[in-house]
């Protein structure tokens, strides 16, 4: 689907919800309650957290991201679960701010009609994506030439992320033909033309390099004097199989394994800045007076530093002194043994600070020397580096990043001890997934999932 056309989507559905909840409020001022003059100011307050807290809600959970809207269905389920935990965010609001000035009537009419509002816009949803399915002159009709694994998989693609696309078949000599075919196979290559026109093809893919079949580059030349456009499929696979990314350097495309937007150096920039800022913010307004504080408890319940240093592995596999709060007393396996569950090494304050993760904040001195970022792959012992990198190929591949106080992983339960094979594979998955797709709006989210978990409460933390 087009990728503007999609940004439009997402921004038309994120703004309909925005003017439906504040039509609820609205709605309920003219017709339900009506503010006594002293009561102006509170009424403008629980607005405002209305629609922070309801921007803030669908930011994190990325209610609008392109996957979820492609499905009716997943839209309409993480609908509920977003509105369901607004309705809960916005009960915490007013009971921990005591906002006895705020008519009850007021408060669950707007609830209530915001939610129904909400049933009204994801049915206007279905509607639209029915009228781009169908409509007839604004779906593209689309011919796939060749039948083969990649036509198979593209048709598959085109189903499952187009909204306004209608395969019409495949073009192929029925000799390759060994097998029942999804979409009909309408004729073969050479008379590929000949169809388009009948049937007002408005797009021909091809599977089939123009090198395997001459009769592609005329394909080419007829496509473009009837308007139709020609898109071609590159098969890869015989040099390499896995996804690939496509660049140019200038007219020549250079193939990579994944993307990479911190390659980037303006991108490396705007992370640097933003890392310096927070740590700074942190330095200053926390750990000026957490030092001190936990540094006597520390140092009152276990003799011993207040801070440990461990040499970690950080980006491109050099080694740095990763800061926390000591959480154990001094044993001589620190630097070899993972912290376990009900571990007897740790102290009584060192509990409750991994618990509250307390104890990793002293990170954010190494993030301000800029050994590490707020977020990105948490840093391993070397010990742990190096028999992860044996056991799992794309282990190293997440020490392209700085290693960070915080991560993708760690935000989807992926934290604490490694137990098995799978769980350090997960935890690879998700660290390649945020090298490959990071953004400050990224990091941003991260950081603020990081918080909710932290005062939900980790079963992983300990």
Same mark, same amino acid.
């Given at each position: ?39 102006? =100011? ?20 990325? $209610? ?25 965010? /916005? ?75 209608? $395969? ?8 390759? /033909? ?23 093809? =408005? ?11 001459? /009769? ?149 001195? =190494? /993030? ?5 970022? $707020? ?61 490959? =797709? ?25």
């Amino acid at each position: 689907m087009n990728r503007r056309f999609i940004r439009f989507l997402q921004a038309s559905i994120a703004g309909l919800d925005l003017l439906t909840l504040n039509l609820a409020v609205s709605l309920t001022l003219v017709f339900i309650t009506n503010i006594p003059t002293q009561y102006v =100011n509170y009424y403008f307050r629980f607005w405002l957290f209305l629609n922070t807290s309801w921007l803030l809600i669908c930011w994190a959970t990325a $209610i609008y991201n392109e996957y979820h809207i492609m499905s009716f269905e997943i839209f309409a389920r993480k609908t509920m679960r977003v509105y369901i935990l607004w309705v809960a965010v /916005v009960m915490m609001y007013l009971f921990f701010f005591q906002q006895n000035e705020l008519s009850r009537i007021f408060i669950i009419s707007v609830i209530l009609a915001s939610g129904a509002f909400l049933l009204v816009n994801r049915f206007i949803y279905l509607l639209l994506r029915h009228y781009f399915r169908h409509g007839e002159h604004l779906s593209k009709k689309v011919l796939i030439l060749g039948y083969n694994d990649i036509a198979k998989k593209l048709a598959t693609y085109l189903e499952e992320e187009s909204l306004n696309t209608q $395969i019409m078949g495949f073009c192929e000599d029925e000799s390759r /033909v060994h097998e029942l075919s999804t979409y009909p196979i309408l004729s073969n290559i050479s008379n590929a033309m000949q169809v388009s026109k009948k049937m007002d093809i =408005n797009e021909i893919y091809s599977t089939i390099a123009p090198e395997q079949e001459k /009769v592609i580059y005329d394909l080419i030349k007829q496509a473009d004097q009837e308007c139709i456009r020609f898109r071609i499929i590159p098969d890869l696979s015989f040099f390499i199989n896995q996804p690939v990314h496509i660049n140019y350097l200038r007219d020549m495309p250079v193939l990579s394994m994944r993307s990479e937007p911190l390659d980037d150096v303006s991108s490396r920039g705007r992370k640097r800045f933003f890392d310096l800022v927070v740590s700074f913010l942190v330095i200053v307004f926390i750990l000026s007076w957490l030092i001190p504080l936990l540094g006597l408890i520390i140092w009152l319940e276990s003799k011993g530093p207040v801070f440990f240093a461990q040499q970690r592995t950080g980006r491109d596999n050099k080694t740095f002194n990763c800061l926390k709060f000591r959480s154990m007393r001094v044993n001589s396996e620190a630097n070899t043994k993972q912290a376990q569950r009900n571990d007897d090494r740790l102290t009584r304050i060192g509990k409750f600070m991994r618990r509250t993760s307390l104890d990793e904040f002293p990170q954010f001195i =190494n /993030v301000f020397k800029g050994e590490m970022s $707020i977020v990105g792959p948490r840093p391993h012992m070397l010990r742990h580096t190096e028999d992860y990198s044996k056991i799992m190929g794309q282990y190293m591949v997440r020490q392209f990043l700085k290693p960070g106080v915080t991560g993708w992983a760690q935000v989807h339960g992926y934290r604490g001890e490694i137990r098995d094979e799978e769980q350090l594979k997960k935890r690879i998955e998700h660290d390649i997934w945020y090298m490959e =797709n990071w953004s400050i709006w990224l990091d941003m989210r991260i950081m603020f999932l990081t918080v909710y978990r932290t005062v939900k409460g980790d079963k992983n933390a300990f």
